[in-house]
């Protein structure tokens, strides 16, 4: 089970951490996802870091590359996505996800198997 917070208000150049806590699972063993979807649009990938074997690889979609950083805290159980420099294209609704599959698909969003319920974030212009 994974839940999803932090999403808020925040005016353009702010910045707000989601976190994604998950519970029986260890966390290292997972590919974890951020996902989000803006009203009318579909789903699209934003961030993603691999599991430990595959040596805390992250990816970013080119739209957040230098802004968003994705992190893992084991211990905690938890997966951070730190945003910064928020535009109001940003604002969405976003989402949590975990998978296991082949590192080379962390970007599609079929390939993840369980979600959270989603955090809203709004960035006013």
């Known amino acids: 089970q994974l839940q999803a917070c932090g999403g808020g208000l925040v005016q353009t150049g702010g910045f707000l951490r989601l976190s994604c806590a998950t519970s029986?699972?260890?966390?290292?063993?997972?590919?974890m996802g951020w996902f989000r979807q803006a009203p009318g649009k579909e789903r699209e990938f934003v961030a993603a870091?691999?599991?430990?074997?595959?040596?805390?690889?992250?990816r970013y979609a080119d739209s957040v590359k230098g802004r968003f950083s994705i992190s893992r805290d084991n211990a905690k159980k938890t997966v951070y996505l730190q945003m910064d420099s928020l535009k109001p294209e940003d604002t969405a609704v976003y989402y949590c996800?975990?998978?296991?599959?082949?590192?080379?698909?962390?970007?599609?969003?079929?390939?993840?198997?369980?979600w959270g319920q989603g955090t809203l974030v709004t960035v006013s212009s």
């Open positions: 996800a975990v998978t296991q599959i082949l590192w080379a698909y962390a970007e599609e969003a079929q390939r993840y198997t369980t």
């Open positions: 029986g699972r260890t966390l290292s063993n997972f590919h």
């Open positions: 870091i691999s599991r430990r074997s595959y040596g805390d690889s992250t």
